[in-house]
């Protein structure tokens, strides 16, 4: 039974809201109707609340009844209208890269690039395009956690002069097949099983590794995504990459090859896997809430991006062919040039209207942009405008405002079709027409395919130059610091644990004997499993391949604090000096200070101070921040070491390898959590405010790297 009855007999006389008593709120006219309920009214600032077609309503809390307590009445058009609406509120979710996070931002572009593209946005130094970017995992449904061991998308759209560019690409620069025609495989493989609905938003079950284990092409890809590339800890520390090798195309017609990177500003850095799972839990939103709160408090991401220019002559000398989308080109072998910068400025307005209705096409290119023959971009060509019209039901999409050109103006034949917004004029809907209206062609200015040439029978057929599945895989391996090594082998071993096929278990291994034998050996031991043949491979390993340095993450890091946070646990009585210059430290260094509180209503600090909390202990655990520190009084450091979530807080800091600054008081504390005895150079001395600054300088090297072989052994 519901607090109030709304319905009963004491307030029939006023079901049509009459009776209801206006109360003000602030600056608010409120109603309280006679059920209690308090809403707001229309008068000054405040809109008339209307029907869909622009009717006034009167009530907006109480249905059309015959009698308070009677039947409701199929008359009432305002409820049914509000009802409809809401059961048709959701649109199918995207197959992959359901769950996204967009903002909108801009590119500028650093240099003329018109000597090798006369595509528009990179005409002039300075040229700012508005973009809109959407960051996405890949397997995991809508409502899914952000901390997946997944790919990342990196969607970019330029609303450029000459049209929308879309340059659709992940956080890795290879994929996990070499023909789109495996895509839908691939995809069914890496969701929940079909007969029981999960595991949600991860790759460790026996499907998706009887897939990888019988296609030996995911290897290099498969290296990647158990790499900590497939757990950034934020969305702005993360690289992009438009993986497939593009074409640019200048004024004169001439053709450069081009692969797109993405360089973060604040460099990389990735979470821990046992800080990913916890994040999962602490906060699903962890990468939404990261963006949305860098833009909303003016620290707005940026990377650069980058290109690796090459001609033919380039391409037919390289070892593996530029065409075949499970290889990269090192960037020792071909640097990249920085071209310009994309900056995120402005979050959305409405994350249905624009994360949710934005439509990616790779498709969408502009003069001066083409495709190449990669079987991958050829069939994503195809599955992107295929795909949006599934998901946002008519073919005028393009006419959502997060999908129409901004930088130009568009006319066209086209027309109708479902929620068509667009009221054509005249009589001419064809061309040529002698009405003289209507827009035409332009073969000057218009997109011109470069007539690159093709021959060949039909043929369904792999091409030999694509054989090689191993080489890039042990190259990548191999440029991994060992520390990273150790997480590749680490990764494979918690989803190898997951398949419960042992058979699946071993046939993967059988293929990291052709990557390398240490991890192989590494994975088989501890799994507990023995070495098996290495797999049968269409072409040997090359042992010649160099490491290639720009693949770490480690060997890359940023040297800098920038754009992090320390989370400081608190208590009563903490030192109000200490406090003062931690957070003048970190805001000096560009990053950010969150006081974790026993209670969110905050802390009397040492000076009588007040300090508010920006989240509770249990809200606030370690792994949401980069580092922590721990300013805690005497009897603070004793009451929080009887708390199970400070002693977490302590302990996961410690096991995640953060930096931690603490003075004696934390003692208790760091014994309780188990770490007293264990305390080394990442443990640092933050009792006095010339503290404060050494202790963020020593943050810069993000992790205390040098302690990973003392709290993990299996
Ligand atoms: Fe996608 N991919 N993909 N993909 N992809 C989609 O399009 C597809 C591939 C990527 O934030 C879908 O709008 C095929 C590579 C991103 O809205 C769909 C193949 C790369 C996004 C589709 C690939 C990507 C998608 C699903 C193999 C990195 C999210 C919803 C040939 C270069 C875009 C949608 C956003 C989304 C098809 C492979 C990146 C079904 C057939 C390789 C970032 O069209």
Not at 119 to 137: C, H, N, Y
Not at 488 to 499: D, G, P
Request: aromatic share 10%; hydrophobic share 40%.
């Amino acid at each position: 039974m519901p607090p109030h009855r709304h319905g009963s007999k004491d307030v029939a006389s006023n079901s049509n809201g009459g009776g209801r008593k206006t109360v003000r709120f602030g600056d608010q006219e409120l109603a309280r109707g006679q059920g209690g309920e308090v809403h707001q009214v229309a008068g000054g600032d405040t809109p008339v609340l209307t029907t869909n077609l622009g009717t006034p309503v009167s009530d907006d809390q109480n249905s059309l009844r015959a009698g308070a307590r009677g039947p409701s009445l199929l008359e009432d058009f305002h409820f049914r209208e509000k009802i409809f609406h809401f059961d048709h509120e959701r649109i199918p979710e995207r197959v992959v890269h359901a769950r996204g996070m967009g903002a909108h931002g801009y590119f500028e572009s650093y240099d003329s690039l018109s000597d090798i593209t006369r595509a528009d946005l990179f005409q002039r130094k300075g040229e700012k395009t508005e973009v809109f970017v959407r960051f996405s995992t890949v397997a995991g449904n809508k409502g899914s956690a952000d901390l997946p061991r997944d790919v990342r998308g990196f969607a970019v759209k330029f609303y450029t002069k000459e049209g929308n560019w879309d340059l659709v690409g992940n956080n890795m620069p290879v994929f996990f097949i070499q023909d789109a025609i495996k895509f839908p495989d691939l995809i069914h493989a890496a969701k929940q099983e079909p007969d029981r609905g999960f595991p949600q938003a991860q790759t460790a079950h026996d499907n998706f590794w009887d897939f990888i284990s019988l296609t030996p092409e995911s290897m290099h890809m498969i290296m990647w995504a158990m790499s900590d590339r497939a757990i950034p800890r934020s969305l702005r520390f993360m690289e992009g990459f438009g993986v497939h090798t593009f074409r640019f195309v200048n004024a004169e017609g001439k053709s450069t090859f081009v692969k797109f990177h993405w360089k973060p500003r604040l460099g990389m850095q990735s979470v821990v896997w046992n800080e990913a799972l916890k994040i999962n839990g602490a906060d699903p939103d962890f990468h939404r809430r990261d963006l949305w709160d860098a833009i909303q408090t003016g620290d707005y991401p940026e990377w650069e991006l980058g290109l690796q220019l090459f001609d033919q002559d380039f391409a037919d000398k390289f070892g593996f062919d530029v065409l075949d989308p499970t290889k990269i080109i090192p960037e020792e072998e071909v640097p990249v040039r920085r071209v310009g910068r994309l900056v995120l400025d402005r979050v959305v307005d409405n994350f249905f209207a624009e994360t949710e209705q934005v439509a990616f096409c790779t498709q969408n290119t502009v003069p001066g942009i083409d495709f190449t023959d990669d079987p991958l971009l050829q069939g994503r060509n195809f599955s992107y405008l295929d795909t949006q019209l599934k998901r946002l039901g008519s073919p005028n999409f393009h006419e959502i405002p997060v999908n129409q050109p901004r930088g130009c103006p568009f006319h066209n034949f086209q027309r109708d079709g479902h929620m068509r917004m667009t009221v054509n004029r005249g009589r001419a809907n064809y061309q040529p027409n002698s009405w003289g209206q209507g827009p035409r062609e332009c073969p000057e200015r218009g997109f011109t395919t470069h007539p690159a040439r093709v021959e060949g029978e039909k043929v369904r057929l792999r091409p030999e130059s694509f054989a090689d599945h191993y080489s890039q895989a042990r190259q990548f391996y191999i440029s991994q610091t060992e520390i990273e090594q150790g997480h590749i082998a680490a990764a494979l071993t918690f989803e190898l644990s997951k398949v419960e096929t042992p058979a699946i278990r071993t046939r993967m291994v059988s293929h990291l004997r052709n990557i390398d034998e240490g991890l192989a050996k590494k994975v088989a031991q501890s799994l507990r499993l023995e070495l098996p043949e290495p797999a049968p491979a269409a072409m040997p390993t090359r042992m010649d391949l160099q490491k290639s340095p720009a693949l770490s993450i480690i060997l890359n890091g940023p040297d800098s604090f920038r754009g992090r946070k320390v989370g400081a646990l608190v208590s009563d009585g903490a030192d109000a000096e200490v406090l003062k210059a931690l957070k003048a430290a970190l805001e000096k260094e560009g990053a950010m200070l969150k006081i974790v509180a026993p209670m969110i209503g905050g802390i009397k600090a040492s000076d009588g101070s007040w300090i508010e909390g920006d989240e509770k202990i249990d809200g606030g655990p370690s792994v949401v921040f980069d580092a922590v520190a721990l300013v805690l009084s005497k009897d603070g450091g004793e009451m929080l070491a009887k708390e199970s979530t400070a002693r977490d807080f302590v302990a996961d800091a410690f096991a995640h390898l953060k930096f931690i600054g603490c003075s004696d008081e934390a003692a208790p504390l760091l014994k309780k959590a188990g770490v007293f005895e264990d305390r080394d150079g990442g443990v640092l001395q933050l009792a006095s405010a010339s503290d404060a600054e050494p202790f963020v300088a020593a943050c810069r090297k993000l992790r205390f790297w040098e302690r990973e072989s003392k709290v993990k052994q299996v």
